[in-house]
Antibody
């Protein structure tokens, strides 16, 4: 059973960057893809992108292209999501989620982290 | 971008009743649709993948059906713990992976 544990809440200034981590247990990171989904307060779910260390590859939603970087460190079984040029609209809970299928196939999300609240405020 | 439209927005039912939630896609998905349940303050939980396959540990009261553009999540014998927001998600197309706006299910 894959378990994903995320880093704690962050408060950031507009224009800055944030990096959220997602540590996996119950398997090696190379066995699955890790994706990031965010949820603004009171809103729905929005896919950002994903990665897998086995191919050192990542895929991103067009909305986030150029502003988000998703990586994975196989040695620590940890994935990271960095979002730059933060604005107030980026205030959201950020979730990591795993997919055990082929990375090149669009995923569904089998296991989720507990979420990390990122607040962007001056 | 594939748009997923869920209906109704809110559903209020009593324990023991049957809930029928709909998800309609703007383009055909074959069977590449998943359903999630999200309770307040919690992460989403996968219920159904590829239209009709129950995820591990999901009770048989939850079932999914449909293909193409029209999909249904059915929950029989409703229990108070089924109160949640339910989302559909398509994985037919990378550009981008999209979710519906959600259906809120209230158990009276």
């Amino acid at each position: 059973q894959v378990q994903l544990v995320q880093s704690g809440a962050e408060v950031k200034k507009p224009g800055s960057s944030v990096r959220v981590s997602c540590k996996a247990s119950g398997g090696t990171l190379s066995s699955y893809a890790i994706h990031w989904v965010r949820q603004a307060p009171g809103q729905g779910l929005e896919w950002m992108g994903g990665t897998t260390p086995i191919y050192t590859a990542a895929t991103y939603g067009q909305k986030f292209q150029g502003r988000v970087t998703i990586t994975a460190d196989e040695s620590t079984n940890t994935a990271y999501m960095e979002l730059t040029s933060l604005r107030s609209e980026d205030t959201a809970v950020y979730y990591c989620a795993s997919y055990l299928g082929d990375f090149w196939t669009p995923p569904f999300f089998q296991h989720w982290g507990q979420g990390t609240l990122v607040t962007v405020s001056s | 971008e594939i748009v997923l439209t869920q209906s109704p927005a809110t559903l209020s039912l009593s324990p023991g009743e049957r809930a029928t939630l709909s998800c309609r896609a703007s383009q055909g998905l074959t069977s590449y649709l998943a359903w999630y349940q999200q309770k307040p303050g919690q992460a989403p939980r996968l219920l159904i993948y590829d239209a009709s396959n129950r995820a591990t540990g999901i009770p048989a009261r939850f079932s999914g059906s449909g293909s193409g553009t029209d999909f249904t999540l059915t929950i029989t014998s409703l229990e108070p713990e089924d109160s949640a927001v339910y989302y559909c998600q398509q994985r037919s197309n990378w550009s981008p992976i999209t979710f519906g706006q959600g259906t809120r299910l209230e158990i009276k």
